[in-house]
C-alpha cells in the first residue's frame, strides 16, 4: 500500500512539474524587405503578459504549456496574430508588413483645416481624464542600457584612447550594458516604490545597477515632459493644454485595429528651436486615447549633450484604458569627439490596474536594491532575460566579465598600480600625488602643490600641506585619517592638525569624527575667499580682502539620519582663540591710490586687536528635515534624490562658560528654510533660502563666534545662493538678531533661444535678489541680472541700503 501512495505521489508531482513547466517561444521578426524590426511588441492576446524584440529583431517568451494566440506588432506595421500550441521550445520567424495608413473618406478642402486639428482638440480635451483614470498600478519591468562609443580621438592627455577605455582597433565599443528585472507600482498623484529583482552589468559583477522604472516614464498627458532632465525646461506635449502654441498638425492617414479607428498625425514645430517633439503619434477615434508614439528630439530643441533623442512608446489595451508595454529611449551624440550611440528600452507586463495597496506601503523610498540582486547567475538570465541579447551585447558580457575576474586578482592590482602610482613632479605640481592599493582598498593622496604655496599679509608666503589615508571598509563605509601642516614664512609660525573621520553606516549616514591641533583661520567662519584668489588680489591688485585668526582646538562630531530626511548633527568644540595682525606688506605691483589694510576689519588703517584671546568650549546641535524626501535603498547605502519641497534646518549654539576655563556665554537658535529647483515650466526654475536667527544670550561673543554672513568684496567668486555680491565679508556680521533671505530664477533660455545669434550658445537668464536685516544694517537688498552657461555665469547687480543705492556694477563666477 505504501508503494501504491509512493508511487502515485511521484506521479501527481510528475504531471504537475510538466503542467508548471515553461518553455521558449524565440524568432526574428523583420520586415517584407527582409530588415529587422527592432524593439517589436509581441504578447500573449488579452493579457500584458509579453516581451520585446532586440535592436536586430530577435524575441524570446516564456510561456507555459497550452495554446495561445501571440500577437505581433510594431510601430507603423501591421499587427499579426498566430495561434500556437505550446508542449516545448517553439521557433517562430514573422514578417510585418507595413501598416497602410490611408485617407480614404477623409475631405480635405484646399484652404480647410487639417482634420487632423480636431483630433488633437478631442486629445487635449480628454487629457485630463486619461491623465488620472489609472489611479494606481503595478507591472513588472526589465530595462536594458547600452551605451556605444562609435569614434574617437587616439589620444587624449597624452593617453591612449583604445586602451583607456577597452575599445576595439577601430576605437569603438560597448562602454556600458546593463540590465535589471524589478515590480514597479505607481500610485498618484506621484507616489512611486519599485523593488528590484536582478541587476546585471557587463564587466561590474558586484556592482549596483541605477537603473530605475521611473526614469523611463513619458506620459504625454502631462502638460511639461522630461523637465530637468534633458533640459531645464522640459518639452512641450503634443496634446498639452496649449500644444496650439507650438505644433502644427498633420493627417498622415486613417486605420482600423481591431475595430478601432487609429489616426496617424505628423508633429510639426511651430518654429525650429522651440522645446517641441518632432515625429508621429497615433490617437484612436473613439476615446481619443493616444495608443502609439514615435517622436524625436534634436540639438536645437535645448536637449544637452546630445544631438539626437528617439522616443518610441508602444501601448497595449488593459480593460478600457492604454497602458506602456515598452518604451525606448535611443540617442547618439558627440562630445569633444567622442561620437557615442546607445539605447534604453524599458519593457512593462503583467499590469494590475488595481492594486490593494497596504497601509504605508508608499514610504519614500522610490528604489530598493538588496544585496542578491547581483548575484543571479547565467542560467537564470538565461530563463527571465525578456530581450534576446545581441551577438555584440553577448560577446561583452564574457569578454568583460573574464576581465573583470582578472583586474580584482592582487597579481594585476599591483601591476596595474605600479604604473599609476609611479611618482610625478607635473602630477604631484598640478593634480596631486596618490598611491592606491586597491585590493586592501588602502589609499593616499597627497596635496597638489600649487593650492598648497599662498600669500597673505598676516603670514607673507606660506605653505600650506596635507596628506590623506583612506582605508575602505565593507558597503562602502570607510575611515580616514588627515595630518596637516602650514607654516608662514613672514610672522614665522608653524601650526598643524589631525582629523579623522570614521563614516561607519552609509544606510544612515552615520559618522564620527574628530581634530585636534592649531591653524590659521578666516574671521568669517564661512570663509572669505579662496587662499589663491586672496594670494593674486593681494600680490598683484594689494588688496587683502581676507582676515585671519588663530585658533588652537580639540573637537568631536556626530551625525545620523534619524529618520527618513531628518538629520542630526551634533558637535562639541574647545578652542583657544588669538588674535593676529599683518606681518610683510609685500606686492609685486605697487598700485597708486592702492593700500593694503590691517587685519582688523573695523580698523582698516591702524593694527588693533579685534579680540583678547580667549577660549571657548561650544556645543553645536542642528536638525536638518527634508520635507517628502525619496530616496534609493542599496547594501552599500542609502541616496537622496533631489527633493521637490523645502528643506527646513534648526540649529542651536551654545557657548558654554566657566567650564574648562572658557570665557564665552551665549545661546544661538536658528531657522533656515531652502529649496532648489521650484519648477515653473517653460519658464524655467526658482530657487530661495531664507534664515532668521537670534542670540538668546549674548553675555559674551567674542567676534570669531559672531554670525556672519556669505559676503563678496571681489569681481571674482564661486557661485552660491546664500551669498551676497557686494555686503563686506566681515562688517556686518552680528551678536543680536538678523533675518536673511536669497532668491533666483533661472528662465534656462526662455529669451536668448530666440535671439539667433545667442541661440548657439545656449545661454540661460536669470535674475535674483538678496535682502539682509540686522540691528547694523535694517534693510539691505541687492537686485541682479545676468547670463550663465554651464559652470560659468556673469551678472550686474545693484545694491541698497534703505531706498540709497550703495554699490553696483559686474560680478562673476565659476565653478559649482
Known amino acids: 500500500m505504501k508503494k501504491l501512495f509512493l508511487t502515485l505521489a511521484l506521479f501527481i508531482l510528475t504531471i504537475t512539474t510538466l503542467l508548471a513547466q515553461q518553455f521558449k517561444l524565440s524568432g526574428s521578426i523583420k520586415d517584407t524587405e527582409g530588415q529587422p524590426v527592432s524593439f517589436a511588441s509581441v504578447y500573449l492576446k488579452n493579457t500584458t503578459k509579453g516581451t520585446s524584440a532586440n535592436i536586430d529583431g530577435f524575441y524570446r517568451l516564456a510561456i507555459d504549456r497550452g495554446s495561445f494566440t501571440i500577437v505581433y ?41 487639417d482634420p487632423a486639428y480636431a483630433i488633437i482638440r478631442q486629445a487635449i480635451k480628454n487629457r485630463k481624464t486619461h491623465l488620472t483614470e489609472v489611479p494606481a498600478y503595478t507591472s513588472n519591468v526589465y530595462i536594458k542600457g547600452v551605451q556605444k562609443l562609435v569614434g574617437a580621438p587616439k589620444k587624449v592627455f597624452g593617453r591612449d584612447v583604445q586602451k583607456m577605455l577597452d575599445l576595439d582597433t577601430n576605437r569603438k565599443g560597448i562602454l556600458y550594458l546593463s540590465e535589471s528585472t524589478s515590480t514597479f507600482a505607481f500610485q498618484r498623484p506621484d507616489k512611486i516604490h519599485e523593488e528590484m529583482i536582478s541587476s546585471k552589468i557587463a564587466g561590474r559583477n558586484n556592482a549596483f545597477s541605477f537603473n530605475k522604472a521611473s526614469d523611463l516614464i513619458i506620459n504625454f498627458y502631462e502638460n511639461i515632459l522630461l523637465e530637468d532632465k534633458l533640459s531645464s525646461r522640459g518639452f512641450v506635449s503634443p496634446i498639452s493644454d ?119 506601503y508608499f514610504t519614500g523610498e522610490i528604489l530598493k536594491i538588496s544585496r542578491a540582486v547581483n548575484k543571479k547567475d547565467s542560467l537564470f538570465w538565461l530563463n527571465n532575460r525578456p530581450i534576446p541579447l545581441t ?166 562630531g556626530a551625525t545620523k539620519e534619524l529618520a527618513n530626511g531628518l538629520q542630526a548633527t551634533l558637535g562639541l568644540d574647545y578652542s583657544r582663540n588669538t588674535n593676529l595682525i599683518n606681518t610683510t606688506h609685500f606686492k609685486i605691483k605697487d598700485l597708486k591710490g592702492e593700500e593694503f589694510t590691517s587685519n582688523n576689519p573695523f580698523t582698516p588703517e591702524t593694527e588693533t586687536p579685534l579680540f583678547p584671546t580667549y577660549r571657548a568650549l561650544t556645543l553645536n546641535a542642528t536638525l536638518n528635515y527634508t520635507i517628502g524626501q525619496e530616496f534609493i535603498t542599496r547594501p552599500d547605502g542609502k541616496f537622496y534624490q533631489p527633493s521637490k519641497y523645502p528643506v527646513i534646518e534648526l540649529s542651536y549654539k551654545k557657548g558654554i562658560h566657566n567650564v574648562l576655563s572658557s570665557d564665552v556665554n551665549y545661546d544661538l537658535a536658528s531657522l533656515e528654510v531652502s529649496q532648489n529647483r521650484i519648477s515653473s515650466g517653460l519658464w524655467g526654475y526658482s530657487s530661495f533660502v531664507a534664515g532668521v536667527g537670534k542670540f ?101 547687480g545693484f545694491a541698497y541700503d534703505g531706498s540709497k543705492r550703495v554699490e553696483h556694477g559686474f560680478r562673476f563666477s565659476y565653478g559649482f
Request: no cysteine.
Open 696 to 796: 538668546l544670550n549674548n553675555n559674551k561673543v567674542f567676534y570669531p563666534e559672531f554670525k556672519h554672513f556669505r559676503g563678496n568684496n571681489s569681481l571674482f567668486s564661486t557661485p552660491d545662493l546664500r551669498k551676497f555680491l557686494f555686503l563686506d565679508f566681515y562688517i556686518f556680521s552680528t551678536d543680536r538678531e538678523y533675518l536673511e533671505a536669497h532668491f533666483e530664477h533661472n528662465f534656462s533660455g526662455l529669451l536668448t533661444n530666440k535671439v539667433p545669434l545667442l541661440r548657439k550658445l545656449k545661454l540661460e537668464e536669470l535674475v535674483g535678489a538678496s535682502y539682509l536685516s540686522q540691528p547694523l544694517k535694517r534693510n539691505y537688498t541687492e537686485f541682479y541680472f545676468g547670463l550663465q552657461r554651464l559652470i560659468f555665469r556673469a551678472a550686474y
Open 391 to 556: 551577438q555584440e551585447e553577448s560577446r561583452d558580457y564574457v569578454r568583460k566579465d573574464s576581465i573583470a575576474v582578472l583586474k580584482t586578482s592582487k597579481r594585476y592590482l599591483d601591476s596595474l598600480e605600479r604604473v599609476n602610482n609611479k611618482f610625478g613632479l607635473v602630477k604631484l605640481a598640478v593634480t596631486g600625488y596618490t598611491i592606491n592599493n586597491r585590493f586592501e582598498r588602502k589609499y593616499y593622496k597627497f596635496d597638489p602643490l600649487y593650492r598648497s604655496i599662498f600669500y597673505n599679509t598676516v603670514e607673507g608666503f606660506a605653505l600650506k600641506y596635507g596628506v590623506t589615508y583612506t582605508k575602505g571598509l565593507q558597503d562602502r563605509s570607510y575611515y580616514n585619517i588627515r595630518p596637516e601642516a602650514r607654516y608662514g614664512f613672514s610672522n614665522k609660525t608653524f601650526t598643524g592638525s589631525l582629523a579623522a573621520n570614521y563614516y561607519y553606516n552609509p544606510v544612515k549616514r552615520a559618522n564620527i569624527s574628530f581634530s585636534a591641533g592649531s591653524g590659521i583661520y578666516d574671521l568669517n567662519n564661512y570663509g572669505s575667499m579662496s587662499l589663491l584668489g586672496n594670494s593674486i588680489n593681494s600680490l598683484f591688485f594689494e588688496t587683502n580682502f581676507s582676515k585671519f585668526y588663530k585658533k588652537e582646538f580639540v573637537n568631536i
Open 242 to 360: 496649449n500644444a496650439f502654441l507650438y505644433y502644427r498638425y498633420k493627417l498622415l492617414g486613417v486605420n482600423t485595429e481591431n475595430g478601432i479607428t487609429v489616426n496617424k498625425i505628423q508633429l510639426i514645430p511651430r518654429r525650429d528651436h522651440d522645446p517641441v517633439f518632432r515625429g508621429i503619434i497615433y490617437i484612436s477615434d473613439d476615446s481619443w486615447h493616444l495608443v502609439n508614439a514615435e517622436v524625436y528630439l534634436t540639438k536645437n530643441t535645448g536637449i544637452n549633450l546630445l544631438d539626437t533623442l528617439n522616443i518610441t512608446q508602444q501601448f497595449l489595451k488593459v480593460e478600457n484604458t492604454y497602458m506602456p508595454s515598452n518604451i525606448n529611449f535611443r540617442f547618439n551624440g558627440n562630445v569633444f569627439g567622442f561620437k557615442f550611440e546607445g539605447y534604453y528600452i524599458g519593457v512593462y507586463s503583467n499590469y494590475n490596474i488595481r492594486p490593494d495597496f497596504p497601509k504605508n
Open 73 to 113: 506588432k510594431a510601430i507603423g506595421y501591421k499587427a499579426i496574430e498566430k495561434e500556437i500550441t505550446i508542449s516545448g521550445d517553439v521557433s517562430e520567424n514573422i514578417i510585418l508588413s507595413p501598416e497602410a495608413y490611408t485617407l480614404t473618406g477623409v475631405t480635405i478642402s484646399a484652404n480647410a483645416e
